[in-house]
């Protein structure tokens, strides 16, 4: 019974990292403009940075304030750039892992991922996101984004 479970358990496992490794088309797109976002974060650049949200878009930053509207990310992003904070943040490079993604319509993709922090090959921090991608004119752009700091002492972090 236990070899079953085992031999199940493996199968499932293995179908799950097959189908993450193999993103469709929209996907991979939708993950290009993250991307860029966290380029641009890296760049402290809020032009670069707000151009990958639709003009209407919705993002929650880590201490939970709401921000709405492509132009009021930019002009958050632009002072907080600014800042010594923003600066230690923007240091070092990041690891994507646990991304999934579901199709909401042919024109919104909801994705999920775990964004590792890492300067030094050393994983300094981490934040969860929730995205909803809106295909536009111009792409994929995001339409909604909330991140999560998580805290370092919990499991798998």
Not at 69 to 91: L, R, V
Not at 141 to 148: D, V
Request: aromatic share 12%; proline share 2%.
């Amino acid at each position: 019974m236990q070899l079953k479970m085992f031999l199940l358990l493996s199968v499932l496992l293995s179908a799950t990292f097959s189908v993450q490794a193999q993103q469709s088309t929209e996907e991979k797109a939708a993950m290009q403009v993250f991307h860029q976002v966290t380029e641009a974060f890296g760049a402290l650049d809020a032009k670069a940075f707000s151009e990958q949200f639709t003009e209407d878009a919705t993002l929650v930053n880590p201490i939970g304030t709401i921000i709405r509207s492509k132009q009021a990310i930019y002009e958050a992003h632009a002072y907080y750039f600014t800042t010594e904070m923003a600066k230690a943040e923007a240091e070092g490079s990041s690891e994507f892992v646990d991304v999934a993604f579901t199709a909401l319509s042919k024109d919104l993709l909801h994705c999920t991922l775990t964004a590792n922090w890492m300067v030094e090959g050393k994983k300094v921090g981490a934040d969860t996101f929730g995205l909803i991608f809106r295909k536009t004119d111009a792409g994929w752009k995001i339409f909604y984004a909330q991140l999560t700091t998580l805290p370092q002492q919990m499991p798998n972090n």
